[in-house]
Each structure stands twice: as C-alpha cells, then as structure tokens.
C-alpha cells in the first residue's frame, strides 16, 4: 500500500532557529517527490520537486534531501522567518495510488514564534 | 510560472442551496484537472478526476450527485455542490498538472453551509 508518513506532526521553534522536517514514503515504483507548503486557508505551493537521481535541492532558504534506497526525504529550513509558519506536506509521485498518481502525507504544522 | 485559478475563494450559503466552484488553468491546458477536499488539520483527500469532454471519474465514497463536475473546456473545470448542508462545509481544492506533470493547486475555496 502506497503511505507517505511525516514527522513531526507539529513543531514549534523560534524565529531565525533552523529545523528539518521528516518524510518516509512506501510508494513504489517512485517517480517524484514534492514539498509543498501550505498556509492556513490557502491551496498548497510547490517549494521542491526531485526525482530518483537527486539527492539534494534548494530553494532559497528551503533544502529538500533525498534517500531513494531508504525511501527518506527531509526538507530543511535554515533562519526561520514568521512567514514560515505553514503546514508542509510531502507529496510522492508514482505506485498505484489515486487517480492522480499522488500519495500525500499530512502534512508537519510548523509554528514560528518571535 | 504555470498557475492554477480558483474561485470564489470563500463562500458561504444556505442550506439546500447549490454552490458553484471554478478552476481555471492560465498557462497551459489540463485535460484532466483533480478537486480535493481537506478538512481542518487534515492532508487532502481526492474527491474526483475531472477529465476534459467527458464524464468525471469519482473516488469511492463521493457522491456524484452531490458533487457535480463539468470540464466543458481544456482550461476550465467546475465543481457544483448542489443541495448543500453543513456537513458540506470544507475547504476545496482544485489542480492540474503541466505537460511535464508538475502538480499546480488552486488557492482552495473554503464553503461554509449555513
């Protein structure tokens, strides 16, 4: 069965502190996996896309790792601002999952205070 | 960047009553856009693939007559939730993916039934 499991579920931390954010999936075969960030109310923005021979990608200060033989992705935020406070979710690509071909996590609700 | 486009971004409506929910695609054209639904703190959940001159395909689970589908068109589909209740109430989100299968989401709607 395709999962994508994330963790933490929610993670608190203060503003210009880094974290890393967790992603194991079990989709098979793999095409893609993204990061999304989601804030509250809105549709989810693509952050990182990476495919089976990437192991790492940045975006500004967003950087995505891959592990395609432990099936791991992190995603890493270096100077938390408030503004990325927002819920992220890893989403894979491939296997037989849904109509859309996408399996999605639910998501780590990442809080930054001042 | 390719952009999804959805709208109303908020609705609220009295029981019984239809609400009708737009995505457009600007940049390219789907010939298969997704709605999803997510409830509060939750990942999102696909309702229905909306396939482009044809009838759209539902999960297990979605009502077709509650939740009406037209893709009457290669850039714009239309999610109808006719006799709404409470229950109904949730954010929804459109997408559709590029030719090169890049997954671009709408901004959501969030409908709040009366």
């Known amino acids: 069965k395709n999962q994508v499991e994330q963790s933490p579920q929610s993670l608190i931390i203060l503003e210009g502190k880094n974290c890393t954010l967790q992603?194991?999936?079990?989709?098979?075969?793999?095409?893609?996996l993204r990061w999304y960030k989601q804030d509250t109310g809105r549709g989810p923005v693509s952050l990182t896309i990476?495919?089976?021979?990437?192991n790492t990608k940045s975006n500004g200060r967003y950087t995505a790792t891959l592990d395609a033989d432990t099936k791991q992705s992190s995603l890493h935020i270096t100077a938390s601002q408030l503004s990325d406070s927002a819920s992220y979710i890893c989403v894979v690509r491939g296997g037989r999952g849904g109509a859309d071909g996408l399996t999605f996590g639910k998501g780590t609700h990442l809080i930054i205070q001042p | 960047g390719a952009v999804v486009s959805q709208h109303p971004s908020w609705v609220i409506c009295k029981s019984g009553t239809s609400v009708k929910i737009e995505c457009r695609s600007l940049d390219f054209q789907a010939t298969t856009m997704f709605w999803y639904r997510q409830f509060p703190k939750q990942s999102l959940m696909l309702m229905a693939t909306s396939n482009e001159g044809s009838k759209a395909t539902y999960e297990q689970g979605v009502e077709k007559d509650k939740f009406l589908i037209n893709h009457a068109s290669l850039t714009l589909s239309t999610l109808t939730v006719t006799s709404a209740h409470p229950e109904d109430s949730s954010f929804y989100i459109c997408?559709?993916?590029?030719?090169?299968?890049?997954?671009?989401f709408g901004a959501g709607t969030r409908l709040s039934v009366l």
């Open positions: 997408s559709a993916h590029d030719p090169g299968y890049i997954q671009y």
């Open positions: 992603c194991n999936y079990t989709v098979s075969p793999f095409s893609n």
């Open positions: 990476m495919t089976f021979s990437e």
